[in-house]
Each structure stands twice: as structure tokens, then as C-alpha cells.
């Protein structure tokens, strides 16, 4: 969704973590929950999961980034916010629709965690057999 100002504000999810993206026009900056990327996700294999639909899209250094994620852990938040950037670049510029789509920025990853079942320890694992 893009409003009068030239913002665009969307949502992405995955696993229990969601993000709330706003993007506007700007000089790059990429801002999770009030601090910067790189410090909010100090391993760089996440900064690089953020930005890889910036790089897909030839865009960046154009926009600043403001994300809020809630839920989840560290890499969950970081696919969220991966999927709300693509999400909104698409709202900017539908073009970018098979270049994202390609990359596989547009889909929701829909891997979850698997319940626990009764009789079992955990969603797999039963309990240890005893013969005596």
C-alpha cells in the first residue's frame, strides 16, 4: 500500500515473527525497532538476508527502511522484514514483480512449528520404550 506521501507501508511474515515495513525515499538507512540493522542483527548473514531484496531490485542506497518485527527469533525477524521490503518495493514499482517472484522474495515461507501430539515427548519423539 502506498499513501499520498510516497511511502510504501506493508507487512511480512515467517515463522511466529511479523514486520511492519514502512519505505520512503531516502539515502539507504535500514532501521529495525529503533536501531540499525547491523546492530540489531549482529550476525552479517542476517544484515545480507534484510538487504537481499534491495540488491534483487538494483535498489539500493534509495530508500530508508523503517521496520518494526515482533514474535519469533533473530533469523524468523530477519525473513519477515525480507518479505515486508518486497513487498513494498512491489508496491512502488510492479515491474519488479518477476524479478522478486524469480528470487523467491514474494512468497510467504510457510514452514511453521510442528505441534506436540500426546503420547509423545515432543512433536516426533516418543517416550523411551522400557521392557522392564
Known sequence: MMD?????????????????VRMIPG???IVVNGRPVDQY???GPLVTVV??????????GRFDIFAKVTGGGVAGQAGAIRHGIARALLSLDAELRSPLRRAGLLTR????KERKKYGHKRARK????SKR
Open 27 to 29: 539515502g539507504g538507512a
Open 4 to 20: 499520498a506521501s510516497g511511502q510504501a507501508i506493508t507487512s511480512g511474515g515467517r515463522k511466529e515473527a511479523i514486520a511492519r
Open 126 to 129: 516418543g517416550f523411551q520404550y
Open 109 to 112: 515461507d510457510p514452514r511453521t
Open 51 to 60: 538487504r537481499q531484496p534491495l540488491v534483487v531490485a538494483n535498489a539500493e
Open 41 to 43: 542483527f549482529p550476525k
